[in-house]
């Protein structure tokens, strides 16, 4: 599987420069040009896949396939040289690694790591090629989470989940005193099952660290959560969801408040939405999604793996108003589209820690992933700014 580690450039940077305006939020955006949003591709790595900035902002860490198809995680410097492997020298790590995030101190990092030991039970039959997807990082089957030191060399397990349960999406308070994940509560393997958002302390101590006072919290009672992180503050996090029922072009972007979980969803278009951050002001959030693409939309896990969505960038107000596109990889009418059998898709992303600046898993066609660092122009963000 051909994948790599990318870097994009859309020109020069304006949400970062702290410019403010007295625009009408009720005011309908302009139309933006596309070829506003001209895009270049320089390669860091190859393969790569999902990322997450260091807090020194010159490291990042990342999950890549081997030969044997299980991924591990890495750290690279930007400029593609360093590339150092963390998860090749536990036995208790065979399998998939990944999903790294930093904690803010930048000592640790947190990760899913698949447990060897559980075998699937489904009533499906399932090839082992599907078991290898169900089980990686971003399904997160038999996934537990697992704390390392930022060298790799110290490690402990955090969680410890049952036959066809698991862990998802790990992302540390903007203080480092919290963890947010997703966890299956109910496997349904022929299905989504039924996920919840964990919420814990996170301590370290003389032994190491820990997790403790972890909750529950199902908002809205959806079948389907997967989280994002958190808001600058702390304050409040943003997660995907599912209404019972649907299914993953049927996610939507919410915003939840942790003092009154009081929930605000913030899309409502029946498309793939995911990946929703705040920018590190605040002001704003960007995720991706499916929306104004014509593509097939899967019903099924196998449908989605053989025809993936093609996604795009958006921005919006934290309010959920003033949607905007930003990216334009599946406009064959634009300069920035990427011609790739299969067309673009967009995973997991991170924001640079003091600016504008995002390292993203970007997909071409069915297999290569590369992992894109995106600066966006002042006509794609002005109607922002």
């Not at 089957?141 to 698991?166: A, P, Y």
């Not at 979980?261 to 590190?280: G, I, M, Q, S």
């Not at 995720?287 to 019903?299: D, F, L, N, Y």
Request: aromatic share 8%; glycine share 10%.
């Amino acid at each position: 599987m051909n994948r790599s580690i990318s870097i994009i450039t859309l020109g020069i940077l304006v949400i970062s420069c702290g410019c403010t305006g007295s625009r009408n939020p009720a005011e309908p955006l302009e139309e933006i040009d596309p070829s506003t949003c001209i895009i270049h591709v320089e390669t860091i790595s190859d393969p790569g896949g999902r990322v997450s900035w260091h807090p020194d902002q010159n490291v990042i860490a990342f999950d890549r396939a081997g030969t044997d198809g299980y991924l591990d995680i890495y750290v690279i410097h930007l400029d593609g040289t360093g590339a150092t492997c963390l998860t090749n020298t536990d036995p208790r790590l065979s399998h998939h690694n990944g999903n790294p995030s930093w904690h803010p101190s930048g000592r640790y990092l947190v990760f899913q790591s698949q447990n060897p030991d559980l075998e699937i039970e489904t009533p499906i039959d399932m090839s082992p090629d599907m078991e290898k997807f169900i089980t990686s990082p971003g399904i997160g089957i038999h996934n537990n989470l697992w704390i390392m030191t930022s060298d790799g060399t110290r490690r402990w397990q955090m969680t410890h989940v049952e036959k066809n349960h698991g862990a998802l999406h790990p992302h540390f308070s903007p203080d480092g005193t919290a963890l947010l994940w997703t966890e299956i509560i109910n496997p349904e393997l022929g299905g989504m099952g039924h996920w919840a958002i964990r919420l814990a302390d996170f301590t370290v101590d003389e032994n190491g660290p820990f997790l403790s006072n972890i909750q529950t919290i199902r908002p809205l009672d959806l079948q389907l959560y997967e989280v994002h992180g958190f808001s600058p503050d702390g304050m409040s996090i943003l997660f995907s969801g599912v209404e019972s029922g649907g299914y993953y072009y049927d996610m939507e972007i919410y915003l939840m408040d942790l003092t009154t979980h009081t929930v605000k969803r913030l899309t409502h278009n029946d498309e793939w939405d995911e990946h929703a951050h705040f920018t590190p002001d605040g002001s704003h959030i960007v995720w991706v999604s499916s929306e104004g693409i014509a593509q097939r939309k899967g019903k099924t896990l196998i449908e989605i793996i053989e025809n993936p969505p093609r996604l795009e960038y958006w921005i919006m107000d934290p309010d959920g108003t003033q949607k905007q596109r930003l990216s334009y990889f599946n406009d064959p009418f634009s300069p920035g589209f990427r011609d790739v059998s299969g067309g673009i898709g967009l995973g997991d992303f991170d924001i640079h820690p003091l600016e504008f600046k995002i390292v993203a898993k970007m997909r071409e066609g069915t297999q290569r992933e590369l992992t894109v660092l995106l600066l966006f122009s002042h006509e794609c963000t002005s109607t922002h700014s």
